[in-house]
C-alpha cells in the first residue's frame, strides 16, 4: 500500500481546499428517515418498470462510501450502513453541476446523505439515483486496501472501530451476541427471575477461586478488588428473601490471557431458592436451546470449527471420578491412593505443590486427560470438596460436592452447584481457604465475616450457576477466539515504530 502518511496528507490537503469551496465537512442536524435494509424491503418483488413508473417515489439514506467507479459524466459508488449495503448512480445531469463536482472530489471511507429513487441496472442490481448529496463527514485516513484488506489479527482486535467497517462478518458477530443476550434476559426472565445489580468494586472478593485485581479508593482511604464473580452478592439476596436473581455483567480475573480468557469477561449468574444442582442441570440444557432457536435458525446443530456440536437434550453425564476412570483411562485404585495420584498427576506433567490436596490433584488430572476430549455437551458432577468452597457436600459422600459444571468443544460452559448454607460449615471452608492462601495459594477464597453473618440469618436452600456468555458466543459465532467476540479484548501494549 501506498504511503499512509502521504495519502493522509492528500486527504488533508483536499479537505481543506474543500473547506475553502464553502462545503461543510463535519455537519450536524441532518435527518435520515431510511435505512438501506427499508429500500431493499420496498422494491421486494418489483420490477424494473414498476421502480420506473415510481421515480416520484424519494429515499433518503446515509452510510458510509465503500467503493467508487468513475465513468466519465457518471458515477457509482457502493454505501454501507448498519443494515446493509446498496449501490449509488451519480449523474451531473441529475445533481447539477455544484453537487457532481463535489461528488467527484469523495474519497472511499467518506460519510454522506443522498437522496432520491430506485431502479434496477440492466443487471437486475438495486440502485439508488441520487439527486440530493450532503458530505457528512470527511474521511482522513484511508481504509485497508481493497476495501476488505484487513487481515493482520492484532490489528483487527486492537483497531476494532476499523475492522467492523470493513468485515460484514464481525458486525454480524457482535448482532449474534446482542440476541444472545437479549434471549438469555428473556428466557430467565419470564421463569421468575430479577435481573439486579451488585457491585462491581467488593472490599473482600468471593464467589470463586482466582486472583483479583486491586484497587485503592482515597476517600475511603480503602483498598477495593475488581469483583471476580457476584456470587457472595447474589446469595445474600436470597437470604434478603429474594426467591430467583440473576445478574449479567462483568467479572475481572487477574489471570493469563489466551485464546478462552480475556481479563475482563462477562457472565450470568441465577440463583434459585429451593432449587439442586440436578434442577439446574435441566434448566441449561433447556437455555442453550432457547438460543440456539434464537440465533441458530431454530437447528440445534452447531457447527464450531468443523465439528457438529448436537444440542439436542438429554446430555451425557458423569462424575468427575467416573469420567477420569471412564475417560481418561486411569486406574481407579491410583487416583483413590493419596500417595498414587501424586504419582499419576506427575506422570502426565501436571505441577504438583505443596498446598495441593487429594481433590485438587483430582481435578488438576480431569483437566489434562479428559477435558479436551469433551467435544459434545456433558455435565460433570461430584467435584472434590477441596476445590468446592462454596457448594453443599453430597449426603451420601460428604468427599465431593452437589456440583456440576458443564463441558463442549473441549472448554468450561458452565459452573453450578447446590448452595451451602450452613454457617458453620462455611466458616469451617474460609479458614481452610486461609490456611491455603497463606501457603502459597494464590486463588483460595477469601474470608468474608459478612457473608458468613448473612448465612447466620438463615439462607434458604437453593442453586446457582455461573454461565460463560463469551464462550457461548463462540460456540454460536463458530469464533476459534474468545478475542473475536470482545468488542475491545485486552493486549499487550501496542509497539511503537
Keep these: ?274 432449587a439442586t444442582y440436578q434442577d439446574l442441570m435441566t434448566l441449561t440444557e433447556e437455555l442453550f436451546v432457547a438460543v440456539a432457536e434464537a440465533v441458530n435458525g431454530g437447528s440445534l446443530q452447531v457447527e464450531y470449527q468443523g465439528q457438529v456440536i448436537d444440542l439436542t437434550p438429554p446430555w451425557k453425564r458423569y462424575s468427575l471420578m467416573d469420567a477420569v476412570v471412564e475417560l481418561g483411562r486411569v486406574p481407579r485404585s491410583s487416583l483413590e491412593d493419596p500417595k498414587e495420584i501424586v504419582q499419576v498427576a506427575k506422570s502426565l506433567g501436571v505441577p504438583v505443590e505443596r498446598f495441593e490436596g487429594h481433590g485438587k490433584l483430582l481435578t488438576k488430572i480431569f483437566d489434562e486427560v479428559v477435558e479436551p476430549q469433551l467435544t459434545q455437551p456433558t455435565f460433570i458432577s461430584h467435584y472434590p470438596l477441596e476445590v468446592s468452597p462454596l457448594s453443599r457436600k453430597n449426603d451420601a459422600d460428604p468427599t465431593v460436592t452437589d456440583r456440576f459444571e458443564l463441558f463442549m468443544v473441549g472448554r468450561e460452559m458452565a459452573n453450578a452447584f447446590s448452595e451451602l448454607n450452613d454457617p458453620r460449615d462455611q466458616r469451617e471452608r474460609f479458614s481452610a481457604q486461609l490456611e491455603a492462601r497463606r501457603a502459597g495459594d494464590e486463588e483460595a477464597h477469601y474470608m468474608d465475616d459478612d457473608y458468613l453473618r448473612a448465612l447466620e440469618y438463615g439462607m434458604p436452600p437453593a442453586a446457582g450457576e455461573g454461565i460463560g456468555i463469551d464462550r457461548m458466543v463462540m460456540l454460536f459465532t463458530d469464533s476459534p477466539s474468545i478475542r473475536d467476540v470482545i468488542l475491545f479484548p485486552h493486549l499487550r501494549p501496542e509497539k511503537k515504530i
Design 1 to 274: 500500500m501506498e504511503d499512509l502518511s502521504v495519502v493522509m496528507r492528500e486527504r488533508i490537503q483536499k479537505a481543506e481546499a474543500l473547506e475553502q469551496e464553502g462545503v461543510t465537512l463535519y455537519p450536524n442536524g441532518y435527518e435520515v428517515p431510511h435505512h438501506i435494509k427499508d429500500l431493499v424491503e420496498a422494491s421486494q418483488g418489483r420490477s424494473a418498470q414498476e421502480l420506473e413508473a415510481a421515480q416520484s417515489v424519494s429515499y433518503t439514506i446515509a452510510g458510509r462510501i465503500i467503493a467508487i467507479r468513475s465513468f466519465g459524466k457518471s458515477i457509482f459508488m457502493h454505501l454501507v450502513d448498519a443494515d446493509g449495503k446498496l449501490q449509488l448512480y451519480l449523474q451531473q445531469n441529475h445533481l447539477g453541476k455544484e453537487l457532481y463536482a463535489l461528488a467527484k472530489k469523495l474519497d472511499i471511507g467518506d460519510i454522506v446523505r443522498v437522496s432520491g429513487p430506485l431502479f434496477l441496472t440492466r443487471t437486475e442490481e438495486l440502485t439508488l439515483a441520487v439527486k440530493g448529496l450532503v458530505l457528512l463527514n470527511k474521511n482522513l485516513r484511508p481504509l485497508p486496501e481493497k476495501y476488505h484488506g484487513l487481515k493482520d489479527v492484532e490489528v483487527r482486535y486492537r483497531q476494532r472501530y476499523v475492522d467492523l467497517i470493513v468485515n460484514e462478518d464481525v458486525r454480524e458477530t457482535f448482532r449474534k451476541r446482542a440476541r444472545i443476550v437479549q434471549t438469555i434476559r428473556e428466557f430467565l426472565s419470564v421463569r421468575g427471575f430479577l435481573e439486579v445489580e451488585t457491585p462491581m468494586m467488593q472490599a473482600v472478593p468471593g464467589g470463586a477461586t482466582a486472583k483479583p485485581f486491586k484497587t485503592h479508593h482515597n476517600a475511603l482511604d480503602m483498598d477495593l478488588y475488581l469483583r471476580i464473580a457476584p456470587e457472595l452478592y447474589l446469595k445474600r439476596l436470597l437470604v434478603g428473601g429474594f426467591e430467583r436473581v440473576f445478574e449479567l455483567n462483568r467479572n475481572f480475573r487477574n489471570e493469563g490471557i489466551s485464546t478462552q480468557h480475556n481479563p475482563e469477561f462477562t457472565m450470568v449468574e441465577f440463583y434459585q431458592a429451593y
